[in-house]
């Protein structure tokens, strides 16, 4: 259960239809006034997610000149996301599009750059363009399937990815039979026969018997090449530097799906196809990464181990598996985006830790530092030969833009996007704050934020809306969120927190909910809510709850074990642990895993554990939202509480969003439906009094 200029490339669309599309959700739903603006300027309209952007990926041209990034913007009258390629310079200058496509990727001269787009028929394919002046674009596949993971070899001669290629085994070779069919008959369709472990997967659905494979083709266009086969998944290929081996992580064994916890790292020869595995130890190891002069691999792991959470650290080995030793295991924070210094000391890397995500440096001989420290979140995703990164910064005000800097001196950034500035301009937002509680039961400390309202009153009592996170080994983090913005802007105070087993803050932190999730994590949560109540600005008798997929679990939960919420939203929940691995998507031992038994072993723990077990004690009115495709928490969760409350007569309402898996909002339509619907169902719960004033325009 586990988001330049202000010039865009959007058509003119962008800027049309905004009022009409919200009026009429607003109209729909019976959205009272507008909410007036703060003291300090205009607030946060859900209107503007129409005309919202986001920029990602950014890749630095070789010499260091160039930068390019993928752009997405709301398609408003088909409801979905759209991209292109946008390029700029290193300095922020003549930023422009480029190119309709995403995932660019320059050619190791900086001659090209390879991408994914549609062809005319709407299928994703492998294009090229040449960055001279002429620009010329080629469409070098033809595929019916999606690639994925494009990568230059490093003399640009050829291009990596990956695809997804039928089994040589099929399950229907077990099942030929001989039916007595009269001609012309029009007959059902026959059966899906299903023998595999993992076969139906969220945001596919059931899935065709096929494995993930690696190719190559010339870069100039031509037949691609398969170079691995069998039933098994091949991880990503990353190349080594003489361009005649590629390395990557899975594991090539028989019985790989029932040991789901283990990974090994490869080389495969792309020539012969030939591989051999370069790790040996038990436990999961991947995303390895070549130093430039070919010397040593770095990557990413730990050892096997019975505890449900660990941190994993960086690895680094000889390039024949020799020696490897772990360089970070003293930070016990998961390190990724793994860059290789130019001059092959050492590895710079991200990590989320504590709430914050910032940029660290790992040498040879084990010296971990800090490159970057701060509330902030800034990832690295590219370093030229020069030492110039490229990489998105943002912070609880600031959504995400593409930055260059030194990769040594994060502090000398040059901003490059700007692309939400325009709809923000003008706009107050709420202040953020970081909070800090000891939890009640055991005194761990909890950290968390609260978003307050624009032009925020600390005389006046405001309602409160508690969010939780899914995972459960998840993290929040103090960056720039729209949705809880847009929330306090409507004048609601929004707290979320990382509870014990949230990812980011160690092993033991994260470990801490093992065989007990949910329990004690609700205390956390309650803690941090007794801390801000206790500030002296939250209207006790207005306090809300939500929170999807692992949040919702502990909403659920909450509401079993407590009455202080006036309304609840348990979103794309699991409610019963006892019947959920046998409906959930992809390997589902590993939700077995988080028990000390299997249910038919001894179903007790699986009962103490599940929401539904509680559901006599809930008087909390509790609305439940979840998609109608959703696999990874199946919507026959959502049904099971709904029908248990709605058998005792108890206040709820089941909303079914159409063209979701799992969550609610990654149609831009239902991100609005969201939001709005989450705000309707607390104002009918809520004392009218003083919260009305407050969420139309108080504050």
């Not at 040991?259 to 999961?284: C, M, N």
């Not at 130093?291 to 000889?318: C, F, K, Q, W």
């Not at 979701?660 to 607390?682: A, C, V």
């Amino acid at each position: 259960m586990n988001r330049a200029s202000s010039s865009s490339p959007v058509p003119s669309l962008r800027r049309t239809a905004r009022a009409l599309v919200l009026g009429a959700a607003a109209a729909s739903l019976g959205v009272g006034a507008v909410v007036a603006q703060s003291a300090d300027g205009e607030r946060l309209s859900l209107a503007t997610w129409l005309d919202w952007e986001r920029a990602s990926d950014p890749r630095i041209s070789p010499d260091g000149s160039q930068v390019v990034f993928t752009r997405s913007w709301v398609d408003k009258l088909d409801d979905r996301w759209e991209s292109s390629i946008q390029i700029v310079n290193r300095d922020g200058t003549r930023a422009r599009d480029l190119v309709e496509g995403s995932s660019p990727r320059w050619s190791p001269d900086g001659t090209r750059l390879a991408f994914f787009a549609a062809d005319e028929d709407g299928n994703r394919q492998i294009f090229v363009r040449w960055m001279d002046a002429e620009g010329a674009v080629s469409q070098v596949t033809r595929l019916n399937e999606s690639p994925s993971n494009l990568a230059w070899s490093p003399d640009g001669s050829q291009l990596s990815f990956t695809m997804r290629v039928a089994a040589e085994r099929s399950t229907a070779d077990n099942w030929n039979i001989s039916l007595p069919r009269p001609e012309g008959a029009e007959w059902t369709p026959a059966p899906r026969i299903v023998e595999r472990l993992i076969y139906r997967q969220d945001r596919v659905g059931f899935l065709e018997e096929s494995f993930q494979h690696i190719f190559v083709l010339p870069a100039d266009g031509g037949t691609p090449r398969q170079i691995t086969h069998g039933d098994h998944n091949y991880g990503a290929p990353s190349w080594e530097p003489d361009g005649h081996s590629v390395l990557f992580s899975g594991l090539i064994i028989d019985d790989a799906d029932y040991r789901w916890q283990e990974s090994e790292i490869y080389r495969l020869d792309v020539a012969s196809g030939d591989f051999v595995r370069v790790t040996t130890r038990k436990g999961p190891d991947r995303n390895p990464v070549a130093s430039p002069d070919g010397r040593y691999i770095a990557y990413v792991g730990h050892d096997t181990t019975t505890y449900d959470y660990i941190e994993s650290a960086l690895y680094v080995m000889n390039a024949d598996g020799t020696n490897p030793r772990a360089l970070t295991m003293e930070l016990d924070r998961t390190p990724s985006g793994l860059h290789w210094a130019p001059d092959n000391d050492g590895v710079y890397f991200n990590v989320q830790a504590d709430g914050y995500r910032n940029v660290y440096h790992a040498s040879l001989d084990g010296e971990v530092r800090a490159v970057s420290e701060g509330p902030q979140m800034l990832a690295v995703n590219d370093v030229s030969r020069g030492g110039v990164a490229v990489g998105m910064w943002g912070d609880a005000h600031e959504p995400g833009d593409v930055y260059a800097f030194p990769i040594e001196n994060p502090d000398r950034k040059t901003r490059l996007t700007k692309v939400n500035a325009d709809v923000l301009a003008g706009v107050t937002l709420g202040e953020v704050e970081q909070v800090w509680t000891e939890s009640s039961y055991d005194g761990l400390p909890i950290h968390g934020w609260v978003i307050k309202p624009p032009g925020f009153d600390p005389a006046h009592r405001y309602p409160m809306m508690l969010v939780i996170h899914g995972g459960p080994h998840g993290m929040y983090n103090g960056g720039f969120n729209f949705a809880w913005q847009e929330h306090a802007a409507n004048g609601y105070v929004v707290l979320y927190t990382n509870p014990r087993g949230s990812s980011g803050y160690g092993t033991e932190f994260g470990n801490a909910i093992q065989y007990d999730y949910p329990n004690h994590d609700f205390d956390d949560l309650m803690s941090s809510v007794d801390d801000v109540v206790s500030r002296g600005y939250i209207d006790e008798s207005n306090m809300f709850v939500y929170g999807c997929s692992g949040g919702g679990v502990l909403t659920a939960w909450v509401v079993g074990h407590t009455d202080r919420f006036r309304a609840a939203s348990s979103n794309c929940p699991v409610v019963n642990w006892f019947s959920f691995p046998g409906q959930v998507d992809g390997n589902y031992l590993r939700w077995y895993a988080d028990f000390e038994h299997f249910p038919w072993e001894d179903p007790s723990e699986h009962i103490r554990r599940s929401p539904i077990s509680y559901v006599g004690s809930v008087t909390t009115p509790t609305m439940l939202m979840t998609g109608v495709m959703d696999l990874r928490t199946p919507i026959s969760q959502t049904e099971q509480f709904y029908q248990a409350l709605k058998a005792q007569r108890k206040p709820t309402a089941m909303i079914r969003f159409e063209g979701e898996w799992h969550g609610t909002s990654s149609k831009p339509s239902n991100f609005l439906r969201t939001q709005l619907y989450l705000r309707k169902w607390f104002e009918r719960w809520g004392t009218h009094d003083d919260a009305v004033a407050t969420t139309q325009g108080g504050g």
